[in-house]
Nanobody, 114 residues
C-alpha cells in the first residue's frame, strides 16, 4: 500500500520561507517515479505547483517560478518543496502526489499572513 505523508507546513509571514517534505512508502522504483506537489485554496480547484522526475527534469506553475524549488532524495524516498518569498496567495492546502496514480497525501496547510 502506497503512503505519502506531508510535513513542514504552518503559518508564515509574507516574504518568508517554508520547506515541505513528502515521505513515500510502499512504492518500488521510487527513483523512476514522477512526483508532484499540488495545492488547493479555498473555493478553488486543485492546481499543480511543481513536479519532478529527476533533478534535470522539473516543472513549475508560472505563479511559483523563481520562488519555489522541488527536489528529491531517492535514498530516503522523499520529495521536498522549498518555498521562498511566500505571498498571501500561496495560502492553500498542499498535497503530495505520486504521478500517474491515484495516490495522494492527506495534505498540509500553508498559511501566509501577517
Amino acid at each position: 500500500q502506497v503512503q505519502l505523508v506531508e510535513s513542514g507546513g504552518g503559518l508564515v509571514q509574507p516574504g518568508g520561507s517554508l520547506r515541505l517534505s513528502c515521505a513515500a512508502s510502499g512504492t518500488v522504483f521510487f527513483e523512476r517515479k514522477l512526483m508532484a506537489w499540488y495545492r488547493q485554496a479555498p473555493g478553488k480547484q486543485r492546481e499543480l505547483v511543481a513536479s519532478i522526475t529527476d533533478p534535470d527534469n522539473t516543472d513549475y506553475a508560472d505563479s511559483v517560478k523563481g520562488r519555489f524549488t522541488i527536489s528529491r532524495d531517492n535514498a530516503k524516498n522523499t520529495v521536498d518543496l522549498q518555498m521562498n518569498r511566500l505571498k498571501p496567495e500561496d495560502t492553500a492546502v498542499y498535497y503530495c502526489h505520486l504521478g500517474y496514480s491515484t495516490y495522494w497525501g492527506r495534505g498540509i496547510q500553508v498559511t501566509v499572513s501577517s
